[in-house]
């Protein structure tokens, strides 16, 4: 599975953005899907993940209530809505995907696209 991350730019505080990943190279429908993040001198963590129904999602404590996480699995394509964003969300975002919604959300896919960047300025 081949996962290629897109939507990331500039914005300012309070301001929103909504990243894109697509599938390809796979069952997307098959598979849960997660966004991850990593600031710089920081650890990779989870933002949000979805089981490959769309019926479950998970969301980290810091950004419940302000981001969420969709897919469409008729255009092999999982959204990260990202509202309210503060400076503190600024970093890569990754997205992942894996069969099983525990592994997804324990950040140990098997698949891993490549990064986008979002930067919020203050």
């Known amino acids: 599975v081949q996962l290629q991350a897109s939507g990331g730019g500039l914005v300012q505080a309070g301001g929103s953005l909504r990243l894109s990943c697509a599938a390809s190279g796979g069952t997307f429908s098959s598979y849960a899907m997660g966004w991850f993040r990593q600031a710089p001198g920081k650890e990779r963590e989870f933002v949000a993940g979805?089981?490959?129904?769309?019926?479950?999602?998970y969301y980290a404590d810091s950004v419940e209530g302000r981001f969420t996480i969709s897919r469409d699995n008729a255009k092999n394509t999982v959204y990260l809505q990202m509202n309210a964003l503060k400076p503190e969300d600024t970093a890569v975002y990754y997205c992942?995907?894996?069969?099983?919604?525990?592994?997804?959300?324990?950040?140990?896919?098997?698949?891993w696209g490549q990064g986008t960047q979002v930067t919020v300025s203050s």
């Open positions: 992942a995907a894996d069969r099983w919604t525990d592994t997804v959300v324990a950040g140990q896919s098997d698949y």
């Open positions: 979805i089981s490959w129904s769309g019926g479950s999602t």
